[in-house]
C-alpha cells in the first residue's frame, strides 16, 4: 500500500473543487487518536476514489468519490477540520 501513498497535497484540487478554500492549510483532527495535522500532511491513498489517512494511526479520516456531476464526501474519521478564510 505505501507505493499507492501520497500526503495530502496531491488532492488539493480536488479539495478546493469541493471547498472554496485552502483546504492543504487546514487542520483535521483524527477521531481515532486525536492527533491534529494539516491535510497537506495527510496520507493519501487513490483507487476507486480517495482516502485520507491520519498519519498517526492509519484511521480513513475522509473517503471522496466523484463522478462527473457529483461528489460524495464522508468525513465520519474527522473529528474536527479546522479551515481558515
Not at 484540487?13 to 500532511?41: I, K, N
Not at 466523484?66 to 474519521?77: L, M, N
Amino acid at each position: 500500500m505505501d507505493a499507492l501513498m501520497l500526503d495530502g497535497n496531491a488532492v488539493a484540487g480536488l479539495l478546493q473543487e469541493v471547498f472554496a478554500v485552502e483546504m492543504t492549510t487546514g487542520v483535521a483532527t483524527c477521531d481515532g487518536c486525536g492527533a491534529s495535522e494539516p491535510v497537506g500532511a495527510i496520507h493519501v491513498y487513490r483507487g476507486a476514489g480517495v482516502v485520507l489517512c491520519c498519519p498517526h494511526c492509519d484511521n480513513a479520516l475522509v473517503k471522496i468519490v466523484s463522478d462527473d456531476t457529483r461528489v460524495w464526501i464522508d468525513f465520519r474519521g474527522t473529528r474536527t477540520l479546522e479551515l481558515h478564510a
